[in-house]
């Protein structure tokens, strides 16, 4: 570790942006090289599928900072340039024009790209994905009032913009493969809030859909199910996950698990190389042992501090508890932890009033919280995770009574 090392960053996204600027924040005053692949400095792909979408935010409010910023605290970002290779053996990385840069410290931050849908007609003109600016510009363009929408995926990309389409005046389908919308990343009574919520602003939904291929001579028409159903359509978005872009890292060798197997510290199988945000699949002190791919703006953010302290020297940062959120219409979901050991839910709150919250538990202990148009809930939940207080869940249950005083007191 030290402050004059020479850092390569690969990928200036959330992950990639955020740790230039905390290096320097932290006292790193070595070279730092951000090479990023797209045409633009790091930027913030949230309103991407809400604010962007409905005309609400300009492409330009996205940065993370401005080109000032870089120029001021010596940052070097080289956009619209790719890494081909890393040389771990010479601590090269060589791009793709093939200049090769050195490095004392590599960092990976490259990020995820959407899964494709392998069906016939998967190719056709205005079926879209929505990972970058310019998905977002195209998606925008192809949203036009009283057109047809169909959304294949009923995660959180594909809700958001079925609640952006439907504010610009389309009509929208959501199709989902499994038995639930979010099935993978939300608790079944959040699934029923938001399906509820999503049919009363006139979207159809469509689940346990099974997807057989898109109808069209250049342009998508329909979509087509296994089941025989069609669903016409002018436009369709493709929202069925993303998966780690770890390539670079499996060609240099890098132990790979489900993206880049790090440590506490953001530290790959190799010391001189770290790899954060979508990319990497890393601990979480918090729930043990166990190893998770978050693709969340906080997780980015929080392992590039990781990195900048591990690189300067300064202590590692606290055991962070894992959060999320997500827009729809006029809901603001928070999301704190990862319910994957529960073995009990507590709703606190009545969905049909729009503000509640599903309490996550391992016997008396909080381990995640769902809430919906409840900060509060959102703060005592993050704080039950940390403190691994036990709580009452009588207390917990009764909105007469402050979720922060569901904690049993021991005597
Ligand atoms: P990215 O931001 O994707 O950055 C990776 C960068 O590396 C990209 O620019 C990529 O092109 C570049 N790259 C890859 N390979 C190379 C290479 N070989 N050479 C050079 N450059 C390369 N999270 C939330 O918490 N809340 C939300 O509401 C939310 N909404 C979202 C909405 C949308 C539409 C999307 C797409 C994501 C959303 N997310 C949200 C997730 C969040 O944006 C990501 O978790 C975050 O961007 C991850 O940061 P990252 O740096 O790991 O990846």
Known sequence: M????????????HAGGALAAQLREYGHRGPLC????????????????????????????????????????????????????????????????????????????TGARPRQLAVPGAGLD????????????RLKEALQPG??????????????????ARALGLEVTVIER????LARVASAPLAEFFERLHQQQGVQIIRNACLSHFEGDTCVTAVHLEDG??????????????????ELARAAGLHCENGVVVDGDARTSDPAIFAIGDM???????????????????????????VACAIVGKPRPAAEVPWFWSDQYEVKLQIAG???????????????????????????????????????????????ILSQAAVSLEKLADMSIKAKEAALVVA
């Not at 001021?72 to 791009?95: C, M, N, P, S």
């Not at 159903?229 to 770890?246: N, T």
């Open 229 to 246: 159903q069609r669903i016409d359509c002018d436009v369709a978005l493709v929202g069925v996950g993303a998966l780690p872009r770890d």
């Open 280 to 306: 990497s699949w890393r601990p979480l002190p918090v729930y043990g042992e166990r190893m998770f791919r978050l693709e969340s703006v906080p997780n980015a953010t929080e392992q590039a501090r990781q």
């Open 338 to 384: 990862i319910p994957f050991d529960a073995d009990r839910q507590v709703v606190r709150g009545d969905p049909a009033q729009g503000k509640f919250a599903v309490y996550h538990l391992r016997g008396e202990r909080v381990v995640a919280v769902e809430a919906a148009s409840s900060p509060l809930d959102f703060i005592a939940g993050k704080q039950f």
């Open 34 to 109: 951000v090479i990023g692949d797209e045409a633009h400095l790091p930027y913030q792909r949230p309103p991407l599928s809400k604010a962007v979408l409905k005309g609400a935010a300009t492409i330009d409010s996205l940065s993370l900072k401005n080109a000032g910023y870089y120029q001021e605290h010596d940052i070097e970002v080289r956009t619209g340039q790719t890494v081909a290779a890393i040389d771990r053996d010479t601590r090269h990385v060589t791009l793709a024009g093939g200049e090769a840069l050195p490095y004392d410290y590599l960092v990976l931050a």
């Open 126 to 137: 205005n079926i879209l994905a929505l990972r970058g600016i310019e998905d977002a510009q």
């Open 178 to 181: 499994e038995a639930r919308l």
């Open 2 to 13: 030290s402050i004059e090392s020479r850092i390569v960053i690969i990928g200036a996204g």
């Open 147 to 164: 057109r047809r929408l169909a959304i294949v995926g009923g995660g959180y990309i594909g809700l958001e913009v079925a609640a952006s």
